[in-house]
């Protein structure tokens, strides 16, 4: 296992986070991760951003908005 250095750490973060790399990949980037405060960092940026997105994701809208909206497209299928 080697250090796959900042770029490509930084190429492939995303997918990274979204467990899209192979074994070996997330390994080196791991390693990579422990021992660069830049790229840690970076990491950390885009954990929060990814929890933060997948909690927007989970609101429901209140029920009275969600019955004017179903109302309008009610509405708009009659004509």
Known sequence: MTD??????MQEL???LH???SAEQCSDI????A???HCSA?????ITLTTKV???CQEKAPDE???VILGSIAQLDRT
């Open 14 to 16: 995303e997918e990274f």
């Open 65 to 67: 908005l969600r019955d």
């Open 42 to 46: 970076e990491h950390l940026v885009g």
């Open 35 to 37: 021992n660069c405060d």
């Open 19 to 21: 467990n899209e790399l």
């Open 30 to 33: 791991r390693e990579h991760l």
């Open 54 to 56: 997948k909690e927007a």
């Open 4 to 9: 796959c250095g900042c770029d490509k750490a």
